[in-house]
């Protein structure tokens, strides 16, 4: 039988005091229905068998956005069961959307007939340290007139500015005020169609621009947009809900705006990160694992890397075979970019297998301006990686430099020993994760439930692995 969901399940507080790390990690927890935020791994295991992955977290989230702008319901199936995807539960249900559980696993229905205004003290308590409330803007501005954005939270990797967000949405009409508790945005004449071009193909701004788009008067040509498979994604959800949307060469999309929408029945794309944590974590471990619901097109950069690192995987209809096929592993050296280049969530969880390379590796990281805070944790245990904070320099590189990015050398083999760790962030906490897996020697890491935000049933998955692990929930 189908469940009403109760945003009370979201379990947040409303206590301000409550928004540090550690906090966040023990509601990112409880959302999940983990109840410690530790787990002791003993390492030093290959991990061997079969997992299967489900949506992912930057479309689910996304999709339950979109059906606020329909005026049927929505299904939304493959939903993974993360803590991200509970908070956007929790801030629709504020907002009036009847969601219910279908007959399947991960199967959402989203009514939102009743779209209503929430207040703000509860959008700021439900919302915690996830970033997606400045995506209601454009189709709660549509629907309501309206709309709040409380403090943005998020993992902790540099700063994540809204003004791409803000700057678009001012584009098609919204009037916008600033306010101590967090940004107001008003739409006193509607939202009118816009050229934009985005300084960066950043993925938020452009789920903005196309949430937005859809329902303005006119037409919007958006440039330098991103295009990742899950932007692709999105795109084909709002065609199916009554959208005009074009992708055009260079990075160019066209969005014809209509008056109505209706809902949509889609199935979430697969989670390409989490597939290449796991794929990682073969290769760190000397292991052999299975992830299902994986396929080759979406996944393809990463492939490539695997296999030059010496990897080695196997493409099958129902997901894609990873394994370690012995001998010494190699160094490589990667430039993280936006789609088609090698993702900047794949660099954390690869870093750990690159401390086993015989060699020298270097990662230049231009997407994110500090994402190898991870990477002490890692030193403590034993490897040896030297974070330069300015980049470093390279003629081969194929990848424009940025002023913000710096740049990892991982030099290896190197054995690592267990260790006291603290997760900081989603991709890094999946890393310590992996490196603890890896480890000679018992390790405690702390945090995890941050993990939850983007990995579901991760527990349960390191069981079904052969992990040797001791988790008291």
């Given at each position: ?86 908070v956007v539960a929790g801030l629709l249900a504020l907002h009036g959307v009847l969601i219910t559980r279908g007959a399947e696993e991960g199967e959402w229905r989203l009514d939102p007939s009743n779209v209503e205004t929430a207040h703000k003290a509860d959008i700021d308590a439900h919302a915690g340290s996830s970033r997606i409330p400045i995506l209601f803007c454009g189709p709660l501005l ?20 809204i003004d791409f967000h803000l700057d678009a949405l001012r584009n098609f009409g919204a009037v916008i005020e600033k306010l101590p508790s967090g940004i107001s945005l008003t739409a006193p004449n509607g939202l009118k169609g816009a050229n934009i071009e985005l300084p960066y193909p950043s993925v938020g701004a452009t789920e903005q621009v196309l949430l937005t788009a859809v329902l303005a ?257």
């Amino acid at each position: 039988m189908d469940a009403h969901y109760d945003p009370r399940e979201v379990r947040v507080t409303k206590n301000k005091e409550d928004l540090g790390l550690h906090k966040d990690s023990q509601k990112a927890a409880a959302r999940v229905g983990l109840t410690s935020d530790e787990i002791i791994i003993n390492g030093g295991r290959p991990l061997n068998g079969r997992i299967e992955v489900r949506g992912a977290k930057n479309l689910a989230t996304k999709a339950m956005v979109a059906s606020l702008l329909g005026h049927t319901p929505s299904t939304l199936r493959n939903v993974p069961n993360i803590s991200d995807v509970r908070v956007v539960a929790g801030l629709l249900a504020l907002h009036g959307v009847l969601i219910t559980r279908g007959a399947e696993e991960g199967e959402w229905r989203l009514d939102p007939s009743n779209v209503e205004t929430a207040h703000k003290a509860d959008i700021d308590a439900h919302a915690g340290s996830s970033r997606i409330p400045i995506l209601f803007c454009g189709p709660l501005l549509h629907r309501l007139g309206e709309a709040f954005i409380p403090d943005l939270g998020g993992c902790r990797i540099g700063d994540r500015p809204i003004d791409f967000h803000l700057d678009a949405l001012r584009n098609f009409g919204a009037v916008i005020e600033k306010l101590p508790s967090g940004i107001s945005l008003t739409a006193p004449n509607g939202l009118k169609g816009a050229n934009i071009e985005l300084p960066y193909p950043s993925v938020g701004a452009t789920e903005q621009v196309l949430l937005t788009a859809v329902l303005a008067e006119g037409q919007t040509e958006l440039r330098n947009a991103a295009i990742e498979p899950e932007i692709v994604d999105l795109i084909c959800i709002l065609q199916k809900m009554g959208a005009i949307i074009s992708m055009e060469p260079n990075r160019v999309i066209f969005i014809e705006g209509v008056k109505e929408l209706r809902g949509y029945d889609h199935a979430a794309i697969f989670d390409r990160n989490e597939a290449a944590s796991w794929a990682a974590a073969a290769l760190a471990t000397k292991g052999d694992i299975f992830v299902g619901g994986v396929e080759q097109e979406e996944m393809m950069t990463f492939l490539n890397v695997f296999r030059k690192v010496g990897g080695d995987f196997d493409v099958r209809p129902d997901g894609i075979r990873f394994w370690h096929p012995g001998g010494m592993l190699k160094p490589v050296t990667i430039e993280t970019d936006v789609h088609p280049g090698f993702m900047t969530d794949w660099q954390q969880p690869l870093v750990v297998a690159l401390t086993q390379a015989d060699g020298v590796s270097t990662i230049h990281e231009t997407v994110y301006e500090n994402r190898f805070g991870f990477t002490d944790a890692l030193n403590k245990m034993g490897a040896d990686i030297k974070v330069y904070k300015d980049g470093l320099h390279d003629d081969t590189r194929r990848v424009m430099r940025r002023e913000f990015e710096q740049a990892a050398v991982i030099t290896g083999p190197t054995d690592l020993s267990g260790a006291d760790v603290e997760v900081p962030d989603l991709r890094g906490g999946f890393s310590h994760l992996i490196a603890a897996l890896t480890a000679e020697g018992q390790s405690k890491v702390t945090n995890i439930g941050i993990i939850s935000r983007g990995y579901e049933n991760f527990i349960e998955k390191l069981r079904l692995l052969g992990a040797d692990f001791i988790y008291e929930g």
